[in-house]
């Protein structure tokens, strides 16, 4: 079993609707968990960065973190054709060591 | 503010020559990271520095692969002698110090024939 899985899609939304993006995880020991966003030919760009469990929000995303069931969610609401994109997840055990990425999904927002 | 810098953007070689990638993080950047990115994968860490000093090199193919970072700044990754598996992107990334919020380059694409 990988340390964590992410569904690499294609997953085709239309426009305004709310995207969920999804990683699970074996090691117990993350604690921290962030996603990027990834443009085609450009490298990953941070979007949200959470500590533990629970919700973060900014703007249209909310990050979602669940430990005990080891499962993290990004969600976007109202999505634009400027989201189309591949999302990493990543995550480590502490501020201090190495991430461990997902390997992305692939993200289509058609007009 | 001026982000991560890499050059080449692109890069053909064939297998068995060699190639270096550079990277100019961004000013004040203690941290450098060196990724590799395999089509349809996350990236995976090649080399840590902290200043310009190594701070985690375990994923790096030694008997191919180095990398330094002179004067704490500008970093220089070469592949010698580069192998098919070698096509990926190699991605540059800074951060302030040790910790998450990672800046990352566009990349360098390397293609091994």
């Known amino acids: 079993q990988k340390e964590v899985e992410q569904d690499p899609g294609p997953l085709s939304v239309p426009e305004g609707a709310i995207v969920s993006l999804n990683c699970t995880y074996s090691n117990s020991a993350f604690q921290y968990f962030m996603w990027y966003r990834q443009y085609s030919r450009k490298g990953p760009e941070l979007l949200m960065y959470?500590?533990?469990?629970g919700n973060k929000e900014d703007g249209r995303f909310t990050a979602q973190v669940d430990k005990s069931s080891k499962y993290i969610s990004l969600f976007i609401r109202d999505s634009q054709p400027s989201d189309s994109a591949t999302y990493l997840c990543a995550m480590n055990p502490s501020g201090y060591s190495t991430l461990t990425f997902g390997k992305g999904t692939m993200l289509l927002v058609s007009p | 503010e001026a982000g991560v810098a890499q050059s080449p953007r692109y890069k053909i070689i064939e297998k068995r020559q060699s190639v270096a990638f550079w990277c100019n993080p961004i000013?004040?950047?203690?941290?450098l990271y060196w990724y590799q990115q395999i089509l349809g994968q996350g990236p995976k860490l090649l080399i840590q520095f902290q200043n310009n000093g190594v701070v985690d090199d375990s994923q790096l193919p030694k008997d191919r692969f180095s990398a330094e970072r002179l004067k704490g700044v500008d970093s220089t990754l070469k592949i010698q002698p580069a192998k098919l598996e070698d096509s990926a992107v190699y991605l540059c990334?800074?951060?302030?110090?040790?910790?998450?919020?990672?800046?990352f380059g566009p990349g360098t694409r390397l293609t091994v024939t």
């Open positions: 959470t500590y533990s469990s």
């Open positions: 000013s004040g950047h203690a941290t």
């Open positions: 990334a800074s951060s302030l110090s040790t910790g998450n919020e990672q800046y």
